[in-house]
């Protein structure tokens, strides 16, 4: 079971939000291996969005948002 141990993870959509219209899945970095889990937002996120998990809503479910690599102007 992950716990909120993603929360701060940075992943990729792989399958579109809908944002308060539906889910959509992303793949994030846990334990060494990539795993996909049920996304939710706020907003519509497109496949290939890099998000940032927020919250946890289950062990397979997250929030996310858009995320922005501070590095990169």
């Known amino acids: ?21 539906g889910a959509g899945e992303v793949l994030l970095r846990v334990r060494g291996t990539k795993e996909a889990f049920l996304a939710r937002s706020d907003q519509p996120l497109a496949k290939g969005t890099k998000v940032l998990v927020v919250q946890t809503l289950g062990p397979r479910s997250v929030v996310v948002e858009p995320w922005h690599d501070p590095t990169h102007f």
């Not at 079971?1 to 219209?21: K, L, N, Q």
């Open 1 to 21: 079971m992950v716990s909120a141990s993603v929360i701060g993870c940075v992943g990729t959509v792989i399958v579109p939000t809908r944002g308060v219209d």
